[in-house]
């Protein structure tokens, strides 16, 4: 942890009581030109250890992740709103089988491409959204240090906390400083992110309108790009469906993680031979979703 140079400050909420939870940084240019050129220096070191020996820092993050996962899951749910058993049972517990599964990969990419040999990038500029804050993290951080590189990563800026939390770990881990990087803030801090010159690969979790500005901004700089965009996914019933069945899959598919979700079942396109007794089905379901705390385990 290092004193931010700003010294603007925004507040994270609790969703479900409006609380005010804590005050985090918004990072500006000069916070940024640091997270980047740490990660650089620590990079050189990073992307020549042995990959046997970077899947050891993996392995210990995995379990420091699963050893903290009652207070990642609370933390996740205070501070993005989501029930207490989805963060329990889905995302703490798929953040450290992420990093887990990477940490098998990262002496064995040499064999995993016949023909080729697969090298480090160098700073991985990372930002990603706010309906699965850690399992997204997971998602970036872990495969780019399997693979020798060092990351910059800001998360959203709602919240933040599970991520200012999984740099206490990495420190846990003794993952060699700069390895890591997290800048907090919102969008500017996030375009600083991926604007800046020493970052050589770009992820981006988020909205369809800012992927699209960002793979303009990237145009022509040589910078590697990947894009994680919105979706608009379609549950289809044909008439030969179980329709108690179907029922449960439309719930599931656009209620998960209270619909937060890029593939989330936002349309439903049904045979019109069977969309009454369907349709009367599924509003008799939905009465029966509840609402309430989101600390509460039932």
Not at 32 to 38: E, I, L, S
Not at 145 to 154: E, F, H, I, Q, S
Not at 162 to 188: H, Y
Request: charged share 25%; proline share 6%.
């Amino acid at each position: 942890m290092v004193a931010a140079h700003s010294k603007k400050r925004f507040p994270t909420i609790n969703p479900a009581t409006e609380e005010k939870l804590s005050e985090v940084v918004e990072a500006d240019e000069i916070d940024v030109d640091k997270a980047v050129k740490a990660a650089g220096k620590a990079f050189d070191s990073w992307s020549r250890l042995a990959p046997s020996r970077r899947a050891r820092y993996l392995f210990r993050i995995s379990r420091l992740l699963q050893e903290r996962a009652r207070e990642l899951a609370v933390v996740e749910t205070m501070d993005g709103g989501k029930p207490i058993k989805e963060s329990r049972d889905v995302d703490i517990p798929l953040s450290a089988a992420h990093f887990f599964y990477y940490a098998g990969w990262a002496d064995k990419l040499e064999w995993a491409f016949p023909n080729r040999k697969p090298r480090p990038l160098g700073v991985a500029g990372q930002v990603i959204p706010w309906n699965f804050p850690l399992l997204m993290l997971a998602w970036k951080i872990a495969p780019a240090l399997a693979a020798g590189n060092t990351v910059v990563l800001k998360p959203a800026e709602t919240t933040p906390l599970s991520a200012m939390l999984f740099a206490d770990i990495c420190q846990q881990a003794e993952l060699p400083p700069g390895v890591v990087n997290i800048v907090t803030g919102a969008g500017k801090t996030g375009s600083m992110v991926v604007s800046h010159p020493g970052v050589k690969k770009v992820a981006f979790t988020g909205s369809t309108e800012v992927g699209k500005l960002i793979q303009r901004s990237l145009a022509g700089s040589g910078k590697r790009l990947t894009l994680e965009l919105g979706g608009k996914a379609a549950n289809i019933v044909f008439e030969d469906a179980p329709l108690d069945a179907a029922i449960e899959g439309i719930v599931n598919g656009i209620y998960f993680n209270q619909g937060h979700v890029c593939c989330a079942g936002s349309r439903l396109l049904v045979q019109e031979s069977i969309a009454e007794p369907l349709l009367e089905k599924l509003k008799l379901r939905l009465g029966t979703l509840r609402l309430g705390d989101p600390l509460d385990k039932n």
